[in-house]
């Protein structure tokens, strides 16, 4: 049966770079992918039982529909009766058999089709959640636009597992052991064995076939995901491409990843051509075979004309799904190899998980605490050596050093998006590695350096972190962060959509959202990742008077590269190669003349210069 399979690389989903999880070298067993799908099924297993009965149901009806007409025909035989009548019982019991197939045909969809719609939204919903639940260092590695495809791909194969099991291979099996029973009940061995013997040969070679073309299927699927996520890649850097001139670099890099997709995709087509010429002969050879020895049967006067229609019709029921069976096996085979990807992305174990006795944050001062904690974000990089510091509940404790002494990773670390490797990292006396994410996260509030903002209002991103806030306090919040004037300036005010990443706010705008958004969210502790980077002077002095006024009386730990950001500082710590080098206020380092006065002096002089200027 001939069959199309090519379909063009989709390639426009979504988001950032990086490094995808590995790529399937070989397909792993049909029994693991599987077991993977049969929990998204079991929600349902009553309906799935009555459905199964309705299938069975309808191939016992489809089954009777030949016995009657082997009747029909033996009563209409006019060798065989002297005086013909209409038989009226038959016909009618020809015509409910015929409806009851198709009635309980459509019923098994019906009932099936909330099995499959169930399942596609709970796998989609269970892959989306363990992503969310997946490490930082994984995030930083993915590729997020050949990630959507997996997930895409994934969803799709699995709906096309369950309507081709339920819908097509099941049926075909059933309808294959009722016809043989009726024949070997019947009918001479000989039809059966005919019918067994073109079976075996016909999945045999569908087999061996199907097995040896699944690998262009993988390199398929590899280089459909690597052209999406070069293609992607190359939209979210636009300005990059533009700033160099490189929109012909791109489009060369995607097209020699699409040159060998369509290599591997005209193999498909070929192997699967020469697939469907087998089946053809296998099936040829076995209908012949068994008219040849039913018209010998019936010239001997051991079948009737009736009989001889009976066995054409079981064939014609029986080779029409079985030649299908070839296309299903071989879809399912390649929905698996869809799947493959994303039952691997389910398979990958969160770095950070919660204890199995993990406990809820509970409430206190805020006092934070680093003891003796050292880092690596891999064995050959350490980026933290012995790090002690406490940041009083209340008080305000700053960071600074050259980019790469490990400053981020403070936050990193307090997040617990990694844990230390020696050491401990305790707020109010709880070491961080005993509490639940969740309780933690909701005590600390940030402001990054890079503030990356969702494709929907600005309402809704100042909302994030804390939904349920009231008007008052989300304009209390617009207030203290200097954005009253920008949004009475927007046509749409709080409605205005910012766009993906909020690429429509400039850098000073978006940092001044990530404020107020920290603001609203009331943490325990606050902290400013380079938080003023992106702002002017004259902004950046109006906005740390609103940081001051909202971290008071809140633990606050200030990352910064901008030291006049810091100069009131409770205390400030000089990280060098991740080693504290020098701490203490303001005025105590400058008259220490050590590392700190050096990166003031040089950030003075760069201050004249651009006075200068």
Known sequence: MLHRELSPPMMFSSAPHGRHTELPGSERPLSHNLRALAPYLWEFRGRVLVALGCLLAAKLAGIGVPLLLKQLVDALDASRHATLALPLGLLAGYGVLKLAATAFNELRDVLFAAVRYRAIRRITLRTLEHLHALSLRFHLERQTGAIARDLQRGSQSLSTLLNYLVFSILPALVELALVCIVLFVNYAPAFGGIILASIAVYVGFTLAVTHWRI??????????????????????????????????????????????????????????????????VIIALGLTSIMVYAAHEVAGGRMSLGDLVLVNA????????????????????????????????????????????????????????????????????????????????????????????????????????????????????????????????????????????????????????????????????????????????????????????????????????????????????????????????????????????????????????????IVDADEILVLDHGRIVERGRHEQLLAFNGAYAQLWALQLAEREAEDVA
């Open 215 to 280: 690998e262009h299927r993988h390199d398929m699927n590899r280089l459909e995901s690597q052209a999406q996520n070069e293609a992607v890649d190359s939209l979210i850097n636009y300005e990059t491409v533009k700033y160099f001139g490189n929109e012909r670099l791109e489009i060369a890099r995607c097209d020699g990843t699409l040159a060998g997709w369509e290599r591997a995709a005209l193999a498909s087509q070929t192997s699967l051509s020469l697939l469907n010429f087998g089946q053809g």
């Open 314 to 565: 079981f064939l014609l029921q029986l080779f029409v799904p079985l030649n299908f069976l070839g296309v299903v096996y071989r879809m399912v085979r390649y929905a698996l190899a869809d799947m493959d990807q994303l039952v691997r992305l389910l398979d990958t174990t969160p770095e950070i998980r919660d204890a199995a006795d993990a406990r809820t944050l509970v409430p206190g001062p805020g006092e934070l605490r680093f003891e003796h904690v050292s880092f690596a974000y891999t064995p050959e990089r350490p980026i933290l050596h012995d790090v002690s510091f406490t940041v009083a509940p209340g008080r305000r404790l700053a960071v600074v050093g050259a980019s790469g002494a490990g400053k981020s990773t403070l936050a990193r670390l307090l997040f617990r998006f990694y844990d230390v490797q020696g050491g401990q990292v305790s707020l109010d006396g709880q070491d961080v590695r005993t509490l639940t994410q969740a309780s933690l996260r909701a005590a600390i509030g940030i402001v990054p350096q890079d503030t990356v903002l969702f494709n929907a209002t600005l309402e809704y991103n100042l909302r994030y972190a804390r939904p349920d806030a009231t008007d008052a306090e989300l304009h209390a919040a617009v207030r203290l962060a200097q954005l009253e004037a920008f949004v009475a300036e927007l046509p749409q005010g709080l409605d205005t959509i910012v766009g993906e990443r909020g690429l429509k706010l400039s850098g000073g705008e978006k940092q001044r959202v990530a404020i107020a958004r920290a603001v609203l969210k009331r943490p325990r502790v606050l902290i400013f990742d380079e938080a003023t980077s992106s702002l002017d002077t004259r902004a950046e002095q109006a906005i740390l008077a609103a940081l001051r006024t909202a971290a008071q009386g809140v633990t606050t730990l200030a990352i910064a590269h901008r030291l006049s950001t």
